[in-house]
Nanobody, 120 residues
């Protein structure tokens, strides 16, 4: 089993910054992709940013130029630096990982979520 523990959410004013962190733990699990998704009130879950083990990065259109994803492969951690936050960024943010145990199938795991609230 793989556990993802998120931290760093909170309340911030528009224009401010927050940094989210996620640590993955699971013996024998090789991580391929780590990512952040978010789900705002009454909205579907959407991609924020992904990063592969080789460092390939992809951002959702609404956060490009404002958010930065980074990863420490040795520590199995991923961070999301969020700058110039807008009220529309208010959402529950979820850490995600895809990888495999030994030579088994790819598996997906999700964190519990951390709330980010941006006040206008």
């Amino acid at each position: 089993q793989v556990q993802l523990v998120e931290s760093g959410g909170g309340l911030v004013e528009a224009g401010g910054s927050l940094r989210l962190s996620c640590a993955a733990s699971g013996s024998g699990f090789t991580i391929n992709t780590m990512a952040w998704y978010r789900q705002g009130p009454g909205k579907q879950r959407e991609l924020v940013a992904t990063i592969t083990s080789s460092g390939s990065i992809n951002y959702g259109d609404s956060v490009k130029g404002r958010f930065t994803i980074a990863r420490d492969n040795a520590k199995n951690t991923v961070t999301l630096q969020m700058n110039s936050l807008e009220p529309e960024d208010t959402a529950e943010y979820f850490c995600y990982t895809r990888g495999r145990f030994s030579v088994g199938p790819l598996r997906d795991y999700w964190g519990q979520g951390t709330q980010v609230t941006v006040s206008s």
